[in-house]
């Protein structure tokens, strides 16, 4: 029957094979290059990657390469310094999400209400963003340095500090310089992306809602919030998934000090392939890490799922 | 309806807040390349310097490296937008207009590309390029970045694409056109936008990047900005006017693709988000 089928489907398909050949592989060829180029220059690496993590792979030395199994991991278990950078990474993605996310939404509010010079006033809220954030980590740096910045003498006449010192080499609070400039950078992303899903919602719930004497926090918490979660559940999964993996700001500003008390697990696989030159062992991390970033994704998604099927 | 006046004042006074937040840091920078080196500790604080100058500037630009970081930066940044827009240009396109067995296989293969950490291709990426001679070049850079802005670039591409009628080019093939011809006359202009936001997109990525290039680069002869001011910064932590003239030099190309772009931005981050 099959036979019948397809003899039948090739007697009605007059074009000849070379034109049908050359239809079927129009797609791949349209996507070749991209392809090529994503394979052999990040999945290729990825899985050598993988591979390092159990091999003895020490830049300087030439002796190194051989397979040691879960030795990494073993060591990893007992390495203080990775749980100081995990604690750290919790903190510091925890931290700037959430300012990132409220200080995003309420200037997404902010200029979703028409006003005089709105065009102008968001090119230069959103302006952070485009400051390469090599930049933005070294500008703050600046500005929480007492020789040459502001900061740290506005914080002593506000008698918050007893002499104006460097934040980012004071342990108990170095964390919030990277987490301060992190936020400053990262509010106009969450602002784009609030603002446009802000201006899909059908203006005439809310003419309604206020006819029926809503108030303004009503209309908020029924209309807006509700139009609003699928954008907040996306962009706050990647942007957690992307600020854990996000080394550049701590390696710029203190590059994970002091005493380790910046160290995230991103900036911490830096310090191992770069200064320690051990890729081993910076392999080991990263893939923990990956595992890690990897359940965290899968959560979120079950859990929406769930709330999903709720509701 | 009358608006009453204390939400609207409250309004413009969080504006208003905002827009300092935002512009203070900038403005800092540019206070302090301006001010004379004489002045830079007396008046720290001051929020003008009492005498301003630009031989900080012409210092970096004569005197510094940084007229070869940026050129090579510029080199990097603009070689990897053109090379991705034409990469993600082709792959958008298939992904918007055809269904093919292996087009589910290569949305997720890209969607996985954005989710693992880069910072674990690092030593793999070290280990290959050293024997192919691609470290400490500004190829190798261009390769590496035009591989990891062609996922994001090709979602960007294909939402283009989709906001543009079939019918056109079905309509220009039945006047005997191939799709390619199609594609390229009929469809291609009418996504320039698009291209135009892939380019400052992209653009601004790679002249960012720090990671890679720090870790691919060692030397002043290719490096870019970022690596150039940073061990600038390093060896000579005390020159505060240069430093930060410099980085409004670096400021500059960014500001301009972002102004550029600035109109797609709400365009192309929804349809960016939404495809994550």
């Keep these: 029957m099959t036979m019948t089928a397809d003899v039948y489907d090739r007697r009605q398909d007059r074009r000849p094979w070379q034109k049908r050949l050359a239809d079927a592989s129009e797609p791949y060829l349209y996507s070749a290059p991209a392809l090529i180029l994503i394979i052999v220059v990040m999945l290729v690496p990825l899985v050598v990657g993988i591979s390092y993590a159990f091999r003895d792979i020490q830049l300087l030395n030439p002796f190194s390469g051989g397979f040691i199994g879960l030795e990494h991991f073993e060591t990893l278990s007992k390495d203080r310094a990775f749980y100081t950078a995990l604690k750290n990474t919790l903190w510091w993605t925890g931290a700037s999400v959430f300012l990132q996310f409220a200080f995003g939404l309420i200037l997404a509010l902010l200029l979703d209400k028409p006003f005089v010079g709105r065009g102008l006033v968001q090119a230069l809220v959103f302006l952070p963003w485009a400051v390469p954030s090599f930049l933005a980590g070294l500008n703050w740096a600046w500005l929480f340095n007492p020789v040459i910045g502001p900061i740290p003498h506005w914080l002593f006449d506000l008698g918050l500090m007893s002499q104006p010192g460097n934040i980012l080499s004071d342990p108990q609070y170095a964390m919030w310089g990277p987490i301060i400039a992190n936020v400053w950078w990262g509010i106009p992303f969450f602002a784009i992306t609030l603002l446009a899903a802000l201006q899909s919602i059908p203006r005439d719930l809310y003419e309604a809602a206020s006819i029926d004497g809503a108030s303004w926090f009503q209309r908020f918490w029924s209309i807006t919030l509700p139009f609003l979660a699928p954008t907040i559940a996306i962009t706050v999964l990647l942007r957690t998934v992307w600020i854990s993996n996000f080394a550049d700001l701590i390696v710029v500003m203190t590059g994970g000090g002091p005493a380790d008390r910046t160290q995230i697990v991103a900036s911490y696989i830096f310090t191992q392939a770069f200064k320690a030159l051990d890729f081993g062992y910076a392999s080991a991390i990263a893939l923990v890490l990956l595992v890690l970033l990897l359940a965290y994704s899968m959560l979120i998604i079950l859990l929406r799922q769930t709330l999903l099927n709720k509701g | 309806m009358k608006t009453s006046l204390l939400p609207t004042i409250a309004h413009r006074l969080a504006i208003f807040a905002y827009v300092i937040f935002a512009l203070f840091p900038l403005y800092w920078l540019f206070k302090v390349s301006l001010t004379p080196n004489d002045l830079l500790y007396s008046e720290g604080v001051r929020m003008w310097p009492s005498r301003t100058t630009w031989e900080h500037y012409s210092f970096v630009l004569q005197h510094s490296a940084f007229p070869t970081f940026f050129k090579n930066s510029l080199i990097v940044s603009g070689s990897t937008a053109v090379i991705v827009t034409i990469c993600a240009s082709l792959s958008g396109y298939a992904l918007s207009r055809f269904n093919f067995r292996a087009k589910y296989w290569i949305v997720g293969l890209m969607l996985l590309t954005q989710m693992f950490p880069l910072v674990m291709l690092v030593a793999p990426i070290f280990k290959i390029l050293t024997p192919l001679g691609l470290t400490n070049s500004l190829t190798g850079l261009i390769v590496v970045y035009t591989a990891f802005n062609v996922p994001f670039a090709t979602f960007l591409m294909q939402s283009f694409f989709d906001g543009i009628p079939k019918d056109l080019e079905e309509a220009a093939m039945i006047d005997g056109a191939t799709k390619f011809t199609a594609f390229r006359e009929i469809i291609l202009p009418l996504t320039l936008p698009g291209i135009a936001a892939t380019l400052g997109f992209v653009f601004t990525a790679a002249w960012s990047e720090l990671l890679f290039a720090l ?44 102004l550029l772009i600035q109109r797609y931005l709400v365009q192309g981050l929804t349809a960016g988000a939404v495809k994550g």
Excluded: R
């Design chain 2, 215 to 258: 870790m691919l680069i060692n030397g002043n002869n290719a490096a870019t900005f970022p690596v150039g001011l940073l061990t600038f910064v390093s060896k000579f932590s005390v020159d505060f006017g240069q430093m930060m003239a410099a980085g409004v030099l670096a400021l500059i190309p960014a500001a301009l693709f972002f």
